[in-house]
């Protein structure tokens, strides 16, 4: 197996990992308006609360990819085993995998001579993927990679040389701007090279009320993910967020296909953290997060934009969701 491990002692990563993320959340809480990163969402209470998101009823991007990939594993398998030259299958926000895991198995059982690359922000998430997929799938080749996703796309080039499939699934393409989600592609195909490739999970725009209840279910466990981040901010950096003085808000925008979380607050009020005060008026938000829906002629634009080339389309029986396969061009 190649070797990923990395130069720093734990340690060391903890202490430049916990101050990322307080300049992080001083330099959102300090603009205007205010914002938090989402990827922060995803401490080991955040990875639970989200599994729960994709097990309520209303949320049916998890399904709709999931069906894609159990009815249509062998296309898209074929799809991305290409030329049969050896590769890396390098997948950005692994989770837990559950998707990704149908192809792998795949994959194995065509004995596919390639090597599962996992990258996470989330080191809880890579731990959990090096412990259980070895068992589950036996002979799977595996390197699990925590960390920011370019930072380890250039790593994975510079320590093996084959082909590079990439994995961008659950419509984590969404969960930027599109002027941001069109840097995010024109960036990704910088780390990649001719005959490159990724697959690319995106949420296509649909019923409004649709879009929305599945951002605000009525169970309530989306608006315990937006206010764990705060949670989080308490317990790692020592802050002093009263959770309960602020309340989860989403809208969807049908023209644009944007769809936000908010955090309200619902008093004047302080929060000290980093050594520093944060004033908030009663009313005034926290931008949380977007959740972008496109059309497929927004989506062959993206691509084509940032050097890629569509060469396939996978649809979930409602046309809901959309797995692409870009090409390098």
């Known amino acids: 197996m190649k070797n990923f491990e990395s130069t720093l002692t734990p340690q060391m990563q903890d202490n430049n990992t916990n101050q990322q993320f307080c300049a992080d959340v001083m330099a959102g809480l300090a603009a205007t308006p205010k914002y938090l990163e989402a990827k922060y969402f995803y401490d080991a209470a955040g990875d639970e609360l989200f599994q729960e998101i994709m097990n309520a009823p209303e949320y049916y991007p998890t399904n709709c990819e999931l069906e894609i990939f159990t009815q249509q594993t062998a296309a898209l398998a074929q799809a991305i085993i290409a030329d049969g030259s050896p590769f890396d299958l390098i997948e950005l926000g692994a989770g837990d995998a559950m998707k990704s895991t149908h192809l792998l198995r795949h994959l194995l059982d065509k004995q596919t001579d390639f090597t599962y690359v996992p990258i996470d922000i989330s080191g809880h998430v890579i731990n959990y993927l090096n412990e259980t997929l070895p068992q589950t799938l036996p002979g799977l080749q595996l390197e699990g990679l925590t960390g920011e ?21 659950g419509s984590n393409i969404g969960n930027m701007p599109v002027s941001d989600a069109q840097g995010f592609c024109t960036e990704m195909r910088k ?114 934009s940032a050097g890629f080339k569509p060469v396939n389309h996978f649809f979930d029986s409602k046309g809901w969701f959309l797995d692409a396969i870009w090409m390098v061009v």
């Open 149 to 169: 996703y370019f930072d380890m796309l250039k790593r994975a080039a510079q320590i093996s040389t084959r082909r590079k499939v990439v994995l961008f699934l």
């Open 191 to 304: 780390h990649l090279s001719e005959g490159d490739s990724v697959l690319i999970g995106i949420d296509l725009k649909k019923n409004p009320k649709t879009i929305l209840a599945a951002y605000n279910d009525a169970g309530g466990v989306t608006s315990q993910f937006n206010l764990n981040l705060l949670t989080r901010i308490n317990h790692e950096l020592q802050g002093n967020f009263n959770v309960s003085q602020f309340e989860h808000y989403p809208m969807y925008d049908p023209e644009t296909g944007a769809c936000k979380s908010y955090l309200i607050s619902l008093a004047d009020q302080q929060v000290q953290l980093c050594d520093e005060t944060f004033v908030f008026k009663k009313d005034e938000y926290i931008y949380m997060e977007i959740s972008q829906k496109y059309t497929v002629t927004q989506t062959n634009e993206m691509a084509a």
